[in-house]
């Protein structure tokens, strides 16, 4: 076999093996009957402090533990509302922030300081079992 059949073959292999990825990767979440839709586990949210879903049915979302009733959770599209850039959550100030052009929101989604005026949109959450759901309307 000569190189360039064999590069040729890598390659198609290396496609074959991401592909399953790819897909899965871009796959949204069906809601359930009730419009609850499973965003990850209490385990992730006390492991990494936020759960992160890029492809959320209403748009990329952020789930944290509320800062003041941790007990409690907090849910929020994470497209900033100024320039749609995608927000982040900083657990010190204890805010959500946007890397663009520095607007700020509170753990509930509205403005702290702007360019942005209006409030991160926010969605209903509950946990069930380990399980985190977030209703998507």
Excluded at 71 to 100: D, E, I, M, Y
């Amino acid at each position: 076999m000569d190189r360039r059949t064999f590069m040729s073959w890598v390659g198609l292999g290396l496609l074959a093996n991401s592909l399953p990825v790819a897909i899965a990767a871009s796959i949204k979440t069906k809601p359930r009957a009730d419009g609850f839709v499973p965003v990850g586990t209490l385990k992730q949210l006390q492991s990494d402090g936020v759960i992160q879903v890029p492809k959320f049915v209403a748009g990329p979302l952020l789930a944290i533990r509320n800062p003041q009733d941790t007990k409690k959770l907090v849910a929020v599209n994470a497209t900033c509302t100024h320039r749609g850039c995608k927000v982040n959550w900083q657990a010190k100030s204890k805010q959500f922030a946007c890397p663009c052009h520095g607007s700020a929101f509170k753990s509930d989604g509205s403005v702290v300081n702007g360019p942005a005026s209006k409030s991160l949109a926010s969605f209903k959450v509950k946990v069930e079992g380990n399980s985190v759901l977030v209703k998507a309307s």
